[in-house]
């Protein structure tokens, strides 16, 4: 085993560790979160409604895998003790319940290379015992440089690869074996809780702008560094 000593070791498992953690919890399924992020409101709704979706697949208690990636990843990327310590403190305050939830790192870097590395992350897990992986948007993505958006005419902040093109390559990928797909459609910032949720049946339009805001998790994290918990308005940060 190798240890680095840096107060990150507890949550670094081995794939035999984890299976063994799994089975402690009595999980018969395992679903899998890959992150590089910290976790905001939006990757908590998707790890909830996994774990909703394999409920009503007919699991009785499907366990989640947070797994925040513990390689190398870009310098204006969180720092892995940072995330890791948010990630245990969202546990701590009920964010995501422990009870169906285990925290390890995955030893993997972060090469930014969008739906060919999305099958690497999703697979990788398989050896750990993931039966199901959550694929988000834009995977493993970035945006373009403003060096490259302005020699190329593209929009600074424009993403390098399509925001669906990760989970349409993994459903079609070879190789997944028996290991499933988890997505969730889409979801909006509820102001009165701070919660990202679909949009209500029988909502007006009206209704809706009040009470929703259309909000994108590089703003969710833009709130984080701005410290701001509930906002009023996309402007308004």
Not at 79 to 96: W, Y
Not at 144 to 164: F, L, R, T
Request: glycine residues 10%.
């Amino acid at each position: 085993r190798i240890k680095y000593n840096d107060g990150l070791d507890q949550w670094r498992l081995t794939p035999e560790e984890l299976i063994r953690k799994f089975k402690e919890k009595g999980a018969d399924g395992v679903f899998a979160f890959q992150t590089r992020n910290p976790t905001h409101a939006g990757h908590a709704h998707l790890m909830k409604d996994g774990r909703k979706q394999l409920l009503e697949k007919g699991y009785r208690n499907p366990v989640l895998w947070l797994s925040p990636l513990g390689g190398w990843t870009k310098s204006d990327d969180v720092p892995l003790d940072i995330r890791v310590k948010q990630h245990q403190a969202v546990l701590d305050e009920g964010m995501l319940d422990k009870a169906w939830t285990v925290l390890a790192i995955w030893p993997s870097p972060m090469v930014y290379s969008g739906p060919t590395e999305v099958q690497w992350h999703a697979k990788s897990r398989r050896v750990a015992g993931a039966d199901y992986f959550i694929v988000g948007r834009d995977p493993a993505g970035l945006s373009y440089s403003d060096e490259y958006a302005q020699a190329h005419n593209q929009k600074k902040g424009d993403d390098v690869y399509e925001p669906d093109h990760g989970r349409y390559v993994l459903q079609v990928s070879p190789g997944m074996g028996k290991l499933g797909l988890l997505a969730s459609g889409a979801v909006h910032y509820d102001k009165t809780d701070g919660e990202m949720k679909p949009k209500p049946a029988g909502i007006t339009k009206d209704e809706f702008n009040n009470r929703f805001l259309k909000i994108s998790g590089s703003k969710m994290r833009q709130m984080g560094r701005m410290m701001v918990d509930v906002c009023d308005s996309i402007e308004a940060i």
